[in-house]
C-alpha cells in the first residue's frame, strides 16, 4: 500500500489530446498504466522527462465490466510504483467515483485538472490509421439503390425481411449523416442454422470489397472466460498481453465496415456489456488503452436462440440498442429449388463445365431439397451431387 494515500487528477475526454500535448512540452510523459507494466517501471522513466503521468482509465474500465480477477494484479502495479514521487495518477472523470471506490487504499479524493481549448474541443486519440473501411455510410444514393438490389437478387426469400432491412438502412443513412444520433448499424438475426443469417452480412460485405475477407467473431470457438479477450485483448499481467485481439485482427485484415457477431447466445455478460457500450458510443477501448471507431459500420449479430429464449437471455437495454430483430424463418419448397439452381449455376460459372438441362435435372434429384431446410446441407450435398454428374 502506498505509505500515503494520494490524490487523482480528473480529466474530460475531449481535451486528452491537448492535456498530453501540454505535458510533453513540460517534460512530462503520459502513459496508461498498460504501458508502464509493459515497458517496466524503470523503464519508462527517461532521463529527459521531467516525470511521468499514469492514465488509470482503462484498468478501471475493466473492473466496471466486473473482470474483478484483474484487481490483484492492478494492485500489484500500483504498489509497485509506490515511491516515485515523479508520478500523477490521472483519470477520465466519468470513472472517478469507481476508481476511488475500487482502490480507497489509494487514492483519498480527487483533483480536477482545468485545461483551456484555443480552438474547442479535441477528440481523443483513436488507433483508426488501420480502420479505414468502405462502409454503407460512405455509399451514394446510385450506389444504395445498387447495394439494395443486390439484397433482393442475392437473398433468396425472406422477403419481409428484406424490405423492412433496406428501409432501416435507409433510416439510419439519414440520420447519421443529418445529426449523427447512432454511430452504429446493428441488426439481430435468430433462427436456426443453415437459414441465411450470415448470408446477409456476406452479401453487403461483398459488395463493399470482394477482395478481403469479412471480419467475423464466433463466440462458439471461445470460452466463457476467454470470450472479452477476444474482443479486447489480454491485459498487462496476463498471457498474451499486448498482441492484438482477434477482433482487432479481422477487423485490420477486412476492408469493408461489416461485421458479423456469430453465436452470440454463447458471449457472457462481459461481452454484452462490451457491446453496451460500443453500439451506443461507436467506439471500444482495448486491454492496452487504445481507442478503436467503428462509427459507420454495419454489426449483424446471429443465435440459434428461439424468440422466448432471446428475450430472457438478452438484457431489456442491449436489446434496444439493436435497430431490428428479425426471426429468420424457413424457405418454402419453391424458396429452395431456386437457392438450388442459383448454387448449381455459380458451379457451372466457376468450373467452366458445360451446362444442359439434363445435367441440372441430374443434380436436383440426387438431393432431398424437399425435406432439407439447412441450406449449408443442402450446397454441401449439391456439391457433391455436381462432381458425381462430371466424374
Same mark, same amino acid.
Given at each position: 500500500?502506498?505509505?500515503?494515500?494520494?490524490?487523482?487528477?480528473?480529466?474530460?475526454?475531449?481535451?486528452?489530446?491537448?492535456?498530453?500535448?501540454?505535458?510533453?512540452?513540460?517534460?512530462?510523459?503520459?502513459?496508461?498504466?498498460?504501458?508502464?507494466?509493459?515497458?517496466?517501471? *524503470?523503464?519508462?522513466?527517461?532521463?529527459?522527462?521531467?516525470?511521468?503521468?499514469?492514465?488509470?482509465?482503462?484498468?478501471?474500465?475493466?473492473?466496471?465490466?466486473?473482470?474483478?480477477?484483474?484487481?490483484?494484479?492492478?494492485?500489484?502495479?500500483?504498489?509497485?510504483?509506490?515511491?516515485?514521487?515523479?508520478?500523477?495518477? /490521472?483519470?477520465?472523470?466519468?470513472?472517478?467515483? *469507481?476508481?476511488?471506490?475500487?482502490?480507497?487504499?489509494?487514492?483519498?479524493?480527487?483533483?480536477?485538472?482545468?485545461?483551456?481549448?484555443?480552438?474547442?474541443?479535441?477528440?481523443?486519440?483513436?488507433?483508426?490509421?488501420?480502420?479505414?473501411?468502405?462502409?454503407?455510410?460512405?455509399?451514394?444514393?446510385?450506389?444504395?439503390?445498387?447495394?439494395?438490389?443486390?439484397?433482393?437478387?442475392?437473398?433468396?426469400?425472406?422477403?419481409?425481411?428484406?424490405?423492412?432491412?433496406?428501409?432501416?438502412?435507409?433510416?439510419?443513412?439519414?440520420?447519421?449523416?443529418?445529426?449523427?444520433?447512432?454511430? /452504429?448499424?446493428?441488426?439481430?438475426?435468430?433462427?436456426?442454422?443453415?437459414?441465411?443469417?450470415?448470408?446477409?452480412?456476406?452479401?453487403?460485405? $461483398?459488395?463493399?470489397?470482394?477482395?478481403?475477407?469479412?471480419?467475423?467473431?464466433?463466440?462458439?470457438?471461445?470460452?466463457?472466460?476467454?470470450?472479452?479477450?477476444?474482443?479486447?485483448?489480454?491485459?498487462?499481467?496476463?498471457?498474451?498481453?499486448?498482441?492484438?485481439?482477434?477482433?482487432?485482427?479481422?477487423?485490420?485484415?477486412?476492408?469493408?465496415?461489416?461485421?458479423?457477431?456469430?453465436?452470440?447466445?454463447?458471449?457472457?455478460?462481459?461481452?454484452?456489456?462490451?457491446?453496451?457500450?460500443?453500439?451506443?458510443?461507436?467506439?471500444?477501448?482495448?486491454?492496452?488503452?487504445?481507442?478503436?471507431?467503428?462509427?459507420?459500420?454495419?454489426?449483424?449479430?446471429?443465435?440459434?436462440?428461439?424468440?422466448?429464449?432471446?428475450?430472457?437471455?438478452?438484457?431489456?437495454?442491449?436489446?434496444?440498442?439493436?435497430?431490428?430483430?428479425?426471426?429468420?424463418?424457413?424457405?418454402?419448397?419453391?424458396?429452395?429449388?431456386?437457392?438450388?439452381?442459383?448454387?448449381?449455376?455459380?458451379?457451372?460459372?466457376?468450373?467452366?463445365?458445360?451446362?444442359?438441362?439434363?445435367?441440372?435435372?441430374?443434380?436436383?434429384?440426387?438431393?432431398?431439397?424437399? $425435406?432439407? $431446410? $439447412?441450406?449449408?446441407?443442402?450446397?454441401?450435398?449439391?456439391?457433391?451431387?455436381?462432381?458425381?454428374?462430371?466424374?
Amino acid at each position: 500500500m502506498f505509505l500515503s494515500r494520494i490524490e487523482v487528477y480528473t480529466y474530460k475526454k475531449a481535451q486528452l489530446i491537448q492535456y498530453i500535448s501540454h505535458r510533453e512540452k513540460e517534460g512530462v510523459k503520459v502513459f496508461t498504466l498498460a504501458q508502464v507494466e509493459k515497458r517496466g517501471v *524503470e523503464n519508462s522513466f527517461d532521463d529527459s522527462y521531467n516525470g511521468i503521468d499514469i492514465d488509470l482509465t482503462s484498468a478501471i474500465k475493466l473492473l466496471i465490466n466486473n473482470e474483478y480477477s484483474f484487481k490483484y494484479p492492478l494492485e500489484s502495479m500500483l504498489e509497485n510504483l509506490d515511491g516515485f514521487d515523479e508520478i500523477r495518477f /490521472i483519470v477520465d472523470e466519468k470513472y472517478e467515483q *469507481e476508481l476511488l471506490i475500487e482502490f480507497p487504499y489509494f487514492f483519498s479524493g480527487n483533483l480536477p485538472l482545468e485545461i483551456e481549448s484555443e480552438e474547442g474541443p479535441v477528440m481523443s486519440k483513436e488507433n483508426n490509421s488501420n480502420l479505414v473501411k468502405r462502409r454503407i455510410v460512405d455509399l451514394n444514393e446510385t450506389e444504395i439503390k445498387a447495394l439494395f438490389k443486390r439484397i433482393e437478387d442475392d437473398l433468396v426469400g425472406h422477403e419481409t425481411l428484406k424490405i423492412d432491412l433496406t428501409k432501416k438502412i435507409s433510416e439510419f443513412l439519414y440520420f447519421y449523416k443529418k445529426i449523427k444520433d447512432q454511430p /452504429i448499424l446493428s441488426f439481430f438475426l435468430l433462427g436456426p442454422s443453415g437459414l441465411g443469417k450470415t448470408e446477409i452480412a456476406r452479401i453487403i460485405h $461483398n459488395f463493399l470489397d470482394e477482395d478481403s475477407p469479412i471480419a467475423k467473431i464466433n463466440f462458439g470457438n471461445y470460452s466463457s472466460e476467454s470470450s472479452l479477450a477476444s474482443l479486447i485483448g489480454s491485459p498487462p499481467g496476463f498471457k498474451d498481453s499486448g498482441e492484438e485481439s482477434d477482433l482487432i485482427k479481422k477487423l485490420k485484415n477486412s476492408n469493408s465496415g461489416v461485421l458479423i457477431i456469430d453465436e452470440f447466445e454463447k458471449a457472457n455478460k462481459n461481452v454484452h456489456n462490451f457491446f453496451l457500450q460500443l453500439l451506443e458510443e461507436g467506439k471500444f477501448d482495448d486491454a492496452m488503452g487504445e481507442i478503436f471507431d467503428l462509427s459507420g459500420y454495419l454489426i449483424i449479430f446471429t443465435s440459434n436462440l428461439k424468440k422466448s429464449e432471446f428475450m430472457s437471455h438478452i438484457s431489456p437495454e442491449l436489446r434496444s440498442r439493436f435497430n431490428g430483430i428479425y426471426l429468420m424463418m424457413e424457405l418454402s419448397e419453391v424458396e429452395k429449388n431456386e437457392y438450388a439452381n442459383k448454387v448449381i449455376d455459380w458451379y457451372f460459372n466457376e468450373s467452366k463445365e458445360e451446362k444442359t438441362t439434363e445435367k441440372v435435372e441430374s443434380i436436383i434429384k440426387k438431393v432431398d431439397i424437399k $425435406n432439407e $431446410n $439447412n441450406l449449408r446441407t443442402i450446397k454441401f450435398r449439391l456439391r457433391s451431387a455436381f462432381y458425381l454428374t462430371h466424374n
